[in-house]
């Protein structure tokens, strides 16, 4: 859904089904971008990254693909579970300052 | 391995006062970050040391905000005097290199100011 001040994207899954969290970043010098999951009261947690020289990368569980023409970035959960209930935050850098840009995140809800 | 530890975890004051955040990186981590993250928002990068040297600290506000990391192993962050929309978590990261994904985070410190 759309977020509006201080309010998140929000997705809500059954468990057992698969997930997919959007992102869209603005600036095209991006070459580095990551996924973070941040449950309640603690620190994000990095999930899976992909370069800009890479269109898809997969992990265990996890799928990030990568449009660069529309500056567009996905996070494919699958199989989600409870445990997968937590914020989600796409990240991107450029250059070499290594300055992370975090996005707006989504919050994911797993229902049992 | 221990991961990154932060004290303390929250933290109310009233507006004016002083208040200091301490952050050990993980064993090793040459790289320490310090991070804003208001509610519903991604952190924001307050300031980045390599060792002992703050090699980007554009984003902090020199104003009210001071940083050191001494020894160049653990951090403290300083706001003097708070103010109401200094209301945040603080995070802390750090990392073996100073590349972005490699960057652990501590559980972060809520502070509240009145």
């Known amino acids: 859904g759309e977020s509006v001040g201080l309010h998140l994207p929000t997705l809500s899954v059954q468990e057992g089904d698969n997930s997919i969290i959007n992102c869209a970043y603005s600036?095209?010098?991006?070459?580095?971008f990551i996924w973070y999951k941040q449950e309640s009261g603690k620190g994000p947690q990095f999930i899976i990254d992909?370069?800009?020289?890479?269109d898809k990368r997969q992990g265990q569980r996890v799928t990030v693909l990568l449009n660069k023409t529309v500056k567009h970035l996905s996070l494919q959960i699958a199989a989600t579970q409870p445990g997968d209930s937590a914020v989600y935050f796409c990240?991107?850098?450029?250059?070499?300052?290594?300055?992370?840009?975090f996005g707006k995140g989504t919050l994911l809800t797993v229902n049992p | 391995e221990a991961g990154v530890v932060q004290s303390p975890r929250y933290k109310i004051i009233e507006k004016k006062q002083p208040v200091a955040f301490w952050c050990n990186p993980i064993?090793?981590?040459?790289?320490l970050y310090w991070y804003l993250q208001n509610l519903g928002q991604g952190p924001e990068l307050l300031i980045r040391?390599?060792?002992?040297?703050?090699?980007?600290d554009s984003q902090l506000p020199k104003d009210r905000f001071s940083a050191e990391r001494l020894k160049g192993v653990d951090s403290t962050l300083k706001i003097q005097p708070a103010e109401l929309g200094d209301s945040a978590v603080y995070l802390c990261?750090?990392?073996?290199?100073?590349?972005?994904?490699?960057?652990?985070f501590g559980p972060g410190t809520r502070l509240t100011v009145l």
């Open positions: 040391y390599e060792n002992e040297e703050a090699v980007d």
């Open positions: 600036n095209s010098a991006s070459d580095y």
């Open positions: 992909i370069r800009s020289n890479m």
């Open positions: 064993s090793g981590h040459n790289t």
């Open positions: 990240a991107e850098t450029g250059g070499s300052n290594y300055k992370l840009t």
């Open positions: 990261a750090s990392s073996l290199d100073p590349g972005p994904g490699t960057q652990y």
